[in-house]
Structures are given as structure tokens and as C-alpha cells.
């Protein structure tokens, strides 16, 4: 087999492939007896005519045609790999010439991988947020661990307060009419924690039990259902039960309540390790991501549509499967949010552009670098999910079925590794003008979670 590759525009290119002979003969001869059994022809048992009656009654064109589709995928896929290309879609076969006794000749368009030109990706430089857990931070997870351990007392004869959870009944109706999910029975709604639009809770402040209020609030301009954006609501609301939190005082008997700690010291202790450690994780993500980011800004990539509309698609496809656990629908969300399918494909598109040139530049990186996935590696990947999921390792690698994404995985790891090895790291006190990882509250809040 001979094939040769013409560059066209673009990120296409043209391959044009001769297949010798003898292969071709040999197919022609498989697709005289794969075709001799499906017809019939006068005088003959099916599939006993010889090949020349064949040809005398159906001619050579059939012949041709099906030897062509038994040569050409393997043949074109051959040509790929001899010429190391990556195509990104189907290919547009076009037959230049098939006859008895000589070459097939056919050209393949297709559109392949662009070519990524990599600006800087090593000596970045790059400054790490110090870690710094305040006394106030250890405090206020200590009130939330407070909180969270509280004993709920019902109260009867005193109205609700800030804080207080109550149990209520309520409809809301726009311009007179109900809306969904507007309406709610036995809802527990903590006073004061911004669960529901801005001035429904506070406007509960001081009802009491089995009270009946008419509470007004208006949606904000950019509520994310758009037909109730900058609308006036009335609810209904009746409160069927009012609970006070009656917190413990923190004390060493506090401390063994919540913990495995012998004492409120020990506790604080443990709370700030906790912190610093989340914190850590958080600045390393930070950085990978800040690296990663200026590699990807410094290179230069013709991003093919072909290769967006896909990671665009599985996207959707991911969102529509989050939105079923949440009991939602994609059209339902659509709806609510006041967006058609074009609408909502036109907002995630700067996003899967970047990814997707995030992914090439990666790809690149590890082609000029040698960086690859080995066995060892893949097997360690699989242990170490097995032990996170307490799973058996060979029932993961079964599920895992395709290990292409898992491979593709390990491999951006490691490149992120070498941009961070090979990068200029500062530590600075953070002075509000560096993006900074996560607040230290939302870390605690997200600690107790996982406690939780």
C-alpha cells in the first residue's frame, strides 16, 4: 500500500491511497461470493453460477463496489496510522479508480487535529496564597459545630425570632396566579439563613403558632427563572410549628460530645490542623489551575467546530443526567429559565471552546515532552480508586471498560506536575488582588459535611 497526505485548509488534510493488486483481486473474488448467494440467476442453483455468468447478467460494477467497501476501512485506517494522523471526524471517501488486475486508488478528506503552537509553559511564574487559619476561623467552626449539634425545643407560647426554624405551609402567587414551585407544606425554613427570596424570612420574625401571614416580596432582576425576574409575589403562609436551637456550652464535655477529643483545647487544636490541611488542598488546586490556565492563554490553537459541538454534546448530555437526579427535566429547566435549546447551547460555548483548547495544549505539551500513561500507572490509578470506593480493583478496571479517558487522565496529570516542577512559585500574603481559593468558613462548613 502506497498513500501520500496533501494539506488543505484549515486543519484538513487529503490522503490519496493505492492498494496493490493482488489485494484487490482477492476482494473482488469475496465479493463475487458474498453476492453470487443473494441473487438468483436462470439455470443455476443460488450461489453456484461462476463469476463470469455473474458479470454477464449484473456486470462488474457491483463487484467493484463491494471489493472497494471491504478494502477501503482498513486500508484508510493503515494510512492514518503510517502517516500519524489524528482525524476528529468521519472521513470523505471519494474512489479515484477500481478495475480488474490494477491498484485501487481512492482519497480520503478528513479533518484532523490542529497543530498547537506552545508558547512559554516552563519557568511561569506563579504566586501560592499562604495558608493562614485565623482564631476567628477556628471559632466560628466551633459555632457551626454548635449549631449543629443544638437540641431543637419547641415553642409554643412566644413568637418566632431570627434563628428560630419554623414549619410552614405557604403559596405564592404572581400577578394573582399560582406559579410552580411556589407552593409547600411542612417546609422547615431556618429564619434568617437566605434560603428564600430576600424579605420572605424576616417578614416571619414575631408570628407565632398556627399564625396566618400574607407575606410580599419582589423576585430580584437576575432571579434565574427569567419570567419572575424583578416580579411582586404574595405568599400565603401559615406557621404549624416554631423550634428554638438550644446550643451546648463549649466545654471539654462539648469537646468529647463531638469529637474523639478529651478537651475543648484538644478540639481547637484538631479544628485548625483540619482547616490548614483543607486549605493546603485548596491553594494546590488553585495552582494547578493557575498554571494551567496561563500555559493554555499563551499558546495559539485554530479550535475545529467539530471537536466543540462534540464536548459540547456530552456537556449537555452530563447536565441533563444532573438535572434528572435533582427530579428536573432539560426541557423542564429550559422552561423555568426561559431559554430554548439554542439559547442555553450559545451560553455553555466559550466553555467548551476553552476546554477543548485546554485539552489540545495538554496533549501537546505531553507529545513534545514524552510524557505517557504506563501500566504501572494505570494499575495504581485503578488501586487507588478501589480503595476510595471499597471496591475490588478488578471490578473497577471491568466498569472502567474503555481505559482511553482513565490513560488521558493520568497523562494531564502528569504534565500539570511538570508545568508546577518547572514553574517559579512565590509565596505572598493575600492582598485581595490574587485569586484567592476558597474561604476558610465555606471550607469548615464543607469539613462538617463530610462529617456529617
Known amino acids: 500500500m502506497k498513500a501520500t497526505v496533501e494539506k488543505l485548509e484549515k486543519n484538513q488534510v487529503q490522503l490519496e491511497v493505492e492498494v496493490e493488486a493482488p489485494i484487490v483481486e482477492k476482494a473482488l473474488d469475496q465479493a463475487y461470493r458474498r453476492l453470487v448467494r443473494q441473487v438468483n440467476i436462470p439455470g443455476f442453483r443460488r450461489g453456484k453460477a461462476p463469476r463470469f455468468v455473474f458479470e454477464q447478467f449484473f456486470g462488474k460494477e457491483p463487484l467493484y463496489s463491494e471489493a472497494a467497501e471491504m478494502i477501503i476501512p482498513s486500508a484508510y485506517e493503515e494510512a492514518v496510522s503510517e502517516q500519524k494522523l489524528e482525524p476528529i471526524d468521519r472521513p470523505d471517501i471519494e474512489i479515484v479508480k477500481v478495475e480488474e488486475g490494477q491498484p ?62 419554623v414549619n410552614i405551609d405557604f403559596e405564592g402567587k404572581v400577578d394573582g396566579e399560582p406559579h410552580p414551585g411556589m407552593q409547600g407544606n411542612n417546609y422547615q425554613l431556618e429564619l434568617g439563613s437566605g434560603t428564600f427570596i430576600p424579605g420572605f424570612e424576616e417578614q416571619l420574625v414575631g408570628a407565632c403558632v398556627n399564625e396566618k401571614r400574607t407575606v410580599t416580596v419582589t423576585f430580584p432582576e437576575d432571579y434565574h427563572v427569567k419570567e419572575l425576574a424583578g416580579k411582586e409575589a404574595v405568599f400565603e403562609v401559615t ?43 485548596e491553594i494546590d488546586n488553585y495552582l494547578r489551575r493557575a498554571v494551567v490556565e496561563k500555559v493554555v492563554a499563551g499558546a495559539t490553537v485554530d479550535v475545529p467546530e467539530v471537536m466543540t459541538k462534540r464536548h459540547l454534546d456530552a456537556r449537555i448530555k452530563e447536565l441533563e443526567q444532573s438535572f434528572l437526579v435533582q427530579g428536573i427535566t432539560l426541557d423542564g429547566f429550559l422552561n423555568q429559565n426561559g431559554k430554548s435549546m439554542e439559547d442555553f447551547r450559545n451560553d455553555l460555548q466559550p466553555r467548551a471552546v476553552l476546554d477543548v483548547k485546554t485539552q489540545l495544549v495538554l496533549e501537546a505539551i505531553a507529545k513534545a515532552e514524552n510524557i505517557e500513561a504506563t501500566e504501572e500507572d494505570i494499575d495504581a490509578e485503578i488501586a487507588r480508586m478501589a480503595e476510595m470506593l471499597k471496591q475490588n480493583p478488578a471490578d473497577i478496571r471491568k466498569n472502567l471498560g474503555d481505559l482511553s479517558f482513565l490513560r488521558a487522565d493520568i497523562i494531564n496529570k502528569k504534565v500539570v506536575d511538570l508545568l508546577l516542577s518547572n514553574s517559579v512559585i512565590t509565596t505572598v500574603q493575600d492582598s485581595g488582588e490574587t485569586e484567592a481559593p476558597a474561604e476558610t468558613r465555606e471550607m469548615a462548613a464543607e469539613e462538617q459535611k463530610k462529617d456529617e
Open 104 to 165: 485501487l486508488i481512492f482519497k480520503a478528506k478528513v479533518e484532523v487535529k490542529p497543530e498547537v503552537q506552545l508558547g512559554q509553559y516552563k519557568g511561569l511564574e506563579l504566586e501560592r496564597p499562604e495558608v493562614k487559619v485565623t482564631e476567628a476561623d477556628v471559632e466560628e467552626y466551633l459555632k457551626n459545630l454548635q449549631n449543629r449539634y443544638a437540641e431543637l425545643k419547641a415553642i409554643e407560647d412566644e413568637p418566632a425570632a431570627a434563628g428560630d426554624i
Open 239 to 281: 406557621v404549624q410549628a416554631i423550634k428554638r436551637k438550644e446550643l451546648s456550652p463549649l466545654d471539654d464535655e462539648f469537646a468529647k460530645d463531638v469529637s474523639e477529643c478529651e478537651t475543648l483545647e484538644e478540639l481547637r487544636q484538631d479544628i485548625r490542623r483540619r482547616l490548614e490541611e483543607r486549605q493546603q488542598q
